[in-house]
């Protein structure tokens, strides 16, 4: 089974922002102990002897107004966020994809972006999956999404309500998810991290022009030859747009 875990940046109602967004980290289930134990060296390089783990959120990381990280300088907060975003290339590419939305809000004004991006990220997932069972001799493969309990939970609640009730219709495309999204904890999961870190690197992209962070992993997302088609930038002026996704759909 194929798992996406998922979390999201930036606020769908906040009109400061131009920017909603999605990201998603793709594994298969047998690999998920591996992109565990490569934020567990991170954190041991950074914290060593620490054994209760921390949570790497990577706003607060940027931020610096907790603990530990209020008492690190800001460029080394930096290297932590790039270390991650190492971690996660350093994983074999057959265990790990990367999938995101970037929806511009303003360019769809009659659609809820949050609802928008969910729709487009199951339809490029479900794709992914009918893909790969197509090239593979093995069992049908399904998928599964993973999401942040303490944001998810408002934002999605109607979403999965629909999901249930209509088995899945509701969400386009979608044909090889094994059931309905489920909750975890980032507290203790560090996929979940994992999909927060992706989700700010593009925001960051997006929302600030700042690519340090989505350029160290863009060679992840799940691409066919050279077309980007695990990162969707959703803009009305997508054909004069030079970011990585709209420049390999061009
Ligand atoms: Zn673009």
Redesign the pocket.
Known sequence: MYLLYVDESGEPSNTNEDYFILGGVSIYENNAYFVSETFDRVQEKWFPGQTTPIEFHASKIRNRNEEPWRSMRREQCQNVLLDLCDAIVSTSPKALSLFGV?IHKSSFPSDNPVEKAFHELCGHFDEFIGQSNINSHRDKNRGLLILDSSKYKGHLDVLLLEYMKYGGTKFGRVKNFADAPVFANSKTTRLIQAADLVAYAIYRR?EESDARLLDRIIGRFQRVDKKIHGLM?L?SG?RS???????SRQ
């Open positions: 970037a997006y930038h803009i997508f747009c030079t970011c990585p996704a709209c420049l």
